[in-house]
């Protein structure tokens, strides 16, 4: 299976972009989907994550009630990360990642996760 994340790109403080992944060459539904950033020179950190049914729904502190995560309810492997209220800090390189058995308690985990994709790259300028 391989993971196609996309729709990063350069955008001022304060606007908004959506983030899509889509899993190709598996057609079971993924437990868990998550995203992570990875700013130059930082560690990966996790970002939100929500799981198939749509249900479930985990943030960062630092994301909260700015970003929002669902799914496809057509596609239903597919899942969006919306982003609003961009700040510069929010620049990074931006990974989705599935995992096909993990546990809720440890979503914010990477290690729980099977599949990465190849990340996308967004810039927020002030």
């Known amino acids: 299976v391989q993971l196609q994340a996309s729709g990063g790109g350069v955008v001022q403080a304060g606007g908004s972009l959506r983030l899509s992944c889509s899993p190709s060459?598996?057609?079971?539904?993924?437990?868990?989907m998550g995203w992570f950033r990875q700013a130059p020179g930082k560690e990966r950190k996790f970002v939100a994550a929500i799981n198939w049914r749509g249900d479930r729904k985990v943030f960062a502190d630092t994301v909260k009630g700015r970003f929002t995560i669902s799914r496809n309810n057509t596609i239903k492997t597919t899942a969006y990360l919306q982003m609003h209220s961009l700040k510069p800090e929010d620049t990074a390189v931006y990974y989705c990642?599935?995992?096909?058995?993990?546990?809720?308690?440890?979503?914010?985990?990477?290690?729980?996760?099977?599949?990465w994709g190849q990340g996308t790259q967004v810039t927020v300028s002030s």
């Open positions: 060459g598996r057609t079971d539904l993924w437990n868990f």
């Open positions: 990642a599935v995992d096909y058995g993990g546990s809720y308690d440890t979503v914010r985990n990477s290690y729980q996760y099977d599949v």
